[in-house]
């Protein structure tokens, strides 16, 4: 199995900035690309960004520009550095990463991120 495990979020005023990481523990093999996904109240999770192993990004159109996925693969962890965030980023930020042999993917708890004034 694999653990993910969220950190760094918070409140933040409209236009402000925030870290977030995801370390990953267990059968580290297993894992390919990782990303990051977010879930508003009454929405369906969407997808925010993922990053390959090889460093390949894609982003959601709603936050190209503004948000930057990295990873680094010694320390198994992947950070998502938000910027220009609006209250429409409002949303329980998971972080996914997907099973080399295509099982299931795996999820972290989420984080919840507030974007208000």
């Known amino acids: 199995q694999v653990q993910l495990k969220e950190s760094g979020g918070g409140l933040v005023q409209p236009g402000g900035s925030l870290g977030l990481s995801c370390a990953a523990s267990?059968?580290?093999?297993?894992?390919?690309?990782m990303g990051w996904y977010r879930q508003a109240p009454g929405k369906q999770r969407e997808l925010v960004a993922t990053?390959?192993?090889?460093?390949?990004?894609n982003y959601a159109d709603s936050v190209k520009g503004r948000f930057t996925i990295s990873r680094d693969n010694a320390e198994n962890t992947v950070y998502l550095q938000m910027t220009g965030l609006k209250p429409e980023d409002t949303a329980v930020y998971y972080c996914n990463a997907a099973d080399r042999w295509r099982g299931p993917p795996y999820w972290g708890q989420g984080t919840q991120v507030t974007v208000s004034a």
């Open positions: 990053i390959t192993n090889g460093g390949s990004t």
């Open positions: 267990g059968l580290l093999f297993r894992i390919s690309a």
